[in-house]
């Protein structure tokens, strides 16, 4: 391990600390890492802790040795999001000589004439590192980087490295051939400053890059960028293309990176291919073939925990404006796969309905009945989430063949259909679905007497099924139709209630306000006309 010394300058006393550092294979020294910069404000922040009323240390003759500092050290490391710095300021060396320079080595007399000399207020006593690259004795320009609270770091570089890898100290150096020394002002991130730098002395760039954080890659490249490292940028791209992205936070971060970088003219597309695809119709085609696998499966885990992602993923898209959404492409998938169960489920029940069928060939039927009418009811969500289940409403109203073969079937067959028909009317009820006059008509008339035969098998047979919620929205969907049709439904209703009871939906609130449309709003209309034109007689005369 080779040596480097970083000396911290300090009014009153000065303080050498020695911090090993890794060497590359052409025998270059690396940059310190950034435990060196903690270390140093760790150790300045726990002299502030020191009391202003302690008594001095004792006067001792005897010479302190230096504190040791043993660091691991990188040789490099990734990149920054935080902004470029703003100030830059050419000079001389003589210009230079404020930043720190390199002490000797103290002798016994002077570290014991600083301890005798009364400590300085040490809130006021600046930060400073210096670094040298490179062979020690060789370096033939200083970069002085001034970060933010006071914070100083001084390089000793060689000209001609920067001059090759970067195009920003290229530019700068040209215009002044004799230029000794370079100062960067308001640096954010001094740190990476330092660890770019220390990466234009490495070649296998790639080995150093790796097992680092995406989020100091991040702070390399954007400080790489600024540079104009062009190798640097090209490594923390490759990177960035292998390494996975944990967490959408860090996937956001990364994107919004590596979009900045495009925008200003540097090839990124492998990094975003992983977010976006050149081939045409990936969405319709996608999605089909995932609705297809679910609805298609037939182990019961998989599918149920599949078909709650999937509506939860699709939930996240309906989210998006209405621009950013593929609506018409997706609803046609959906409709197409309605329209293929729907077709199994009349078949199944066909199957089912087959005279002197053994119960035992009956129970893969009763199976895959159940199957479909899930699928359904999973397609019906999706579209309800999508503001889209209109045309579904329509597409049942309109199974009467199906609905004929439902008296033909055992209970236990048949009632996930009336689920499915159930989920229909509480749609209506709450708004979600707004399919027109004859289709509720029609949806009630096919589909209400098949529900309210299968009703005492869903209250006690069927765990899902929410007994309050359905007949709200069967009350509400009746009481959206004109007035005939309310009391041809609720008359009907009410025969079947009064032989049945808790066997057949309550539907006391609908019948109530019926009611009160057909015997007392009439009344009450007619009260109010009578009143308005009593008044209308009078007020001529009160003129008169």
């Not at 009703?455 to 919620?469: E, M």
Request: aromatic share 6%; glycine share 4%.
């Amino acid at each position: 391990m080779a040596e480097i010394r970083l000396t911290r300058v300090e009014q009153g006393q000065t303080k050498i600390k020695n911090v090993p550092i890794a060497v590359t294979p052409e025998g270059f020294w690396c940059c310190p890492s950034p435990v060196v910069f903690q270390k140093s404000l760790k150790t300045q922040n726990t002299l502030n802790k020191h009391k202003p009323s302690s008594p001095p240390p004792p006067k001792t003759s005897v010479q302190k040795k230096p504190v040791p500092v043993s660091v691991s050290v990188p040789v490099c490391e990734r990149r920054t999001t935080t902004p470029a710095p703003s100030g830059l300021v050419l000079s001389d060396e003589k210009q230079c000589a404020t930043a720190p320079e390199r002490p000797p080595p103290p002798t016994a007399t002077s570290v014991a004439a600083a301890e005798r000399a009364p400590r300085q207020k040490i809130e006021s006593l600046p930060k400073k590192v210096a670094i040298e690259f490179g062979e020690p004795g060789t370096c033939d320009m200083k970069v002085v980087l001034l970060g933010k609270q006071g914070f100083c770091v001084k390089l000793s570089v060689h000209r001609d490295v920067l001059t090759q890898k970067s195009g920003f100290f290229s530019e700068k150096l040209s215009e002044q051939s004799g230029l000794s020394c370079l100062q960067i002002g308001d640096c954010e991130d001094v740190e990476i400053y330092v660890e770019t730098v220390g990466l234009m002395y490495c070649k296998e760039m790639k080995q150093r890059l790796m097992k680092q954080s995406v989020s100091r890659i991040l702070r390399i490249l954007k400080v790489a960028e600024f540079l104009g490292f062009s190798s640097c940028i090209q490594s923390c791209l490759e990177y960035l293309e292998a390494v996975p992205w944990v967490g959408e936070e860090e996937e956001e971060k990364v994107v919004s990176t590596v979009l900045q970088l495009q925008a200003e003219g540097i090839r990124v597309n492998p990094v975003l291919k992983r977010i976006s695809s050149d081939i045409s119709n990936v969405p319709k085609d996608t999605l089909s073939h995932i609705i297809d696998l679910v609805l298609k499966s037939n182990e019961e885990r998989g599918r149920r925990e599949m078909k709650s992602i999937v509506l939860k993923l699709l939930r996240e898209n309906n989210s998006l404006p209405s621009y950013a959404r593929s609506t018409d492409i997706c609803n046609d998938t959906i409709y197409r796969s309605c329209r293929s169960c729907l077709d199994s489920l009349l078949s199944l029940f066909k199957q089912a309905a087959e005279p002197d069928k053994p119960s035992e060939d009956r129970d893969p039927i009763a199976k895959c009945i159940a199957l479909e009418a899930d699928n359904l009811s999973w397609l019906l969500e999706i579209l309800v989430d999508k503001q889209a289940a209109d045309e579904f409403a329509l597409m049942w109203a309109n199974q009467q063949e199906l609905a004929l073969l439902h008296t033909k079937l055992p209970t236990m067959l048949r009632y996930h259909v009336s689920c499915l028909s159930g989920r229909l009317y509480v749609g209506i009820g709450r708004g979600e679905l707004l399919p027109s006059k004859d289709t509720r008509r029609l949806l009630l008339q096919t589909w209400l007497q098949p529900l309210m035969n299968d009703y005492n098998w869903l209250q006690h047979g069927c765990r899902s099924f929410d007994r309050k919620l359905v007949e709200e929205g069967i009350g509400r969907t009746i009481l959206t139709l004109p007035l005939e049709y309310q009391q041809s439904i609720l008359l009907s209703w009410l025969g079947s209630f009064l032989k049945t009871g808790d066997s057949c939906p309550n539907l006391q609130r609908a019948f109530e306000v019926w009611w009160r449309r057909t015997f007392i709003r009439p009344y009450v209309e007619n009260q109010g006309n009578v009143a308005v034109s009593d008044s209308s007689l009078m007020l001529p005369k009160q003129h008169e």
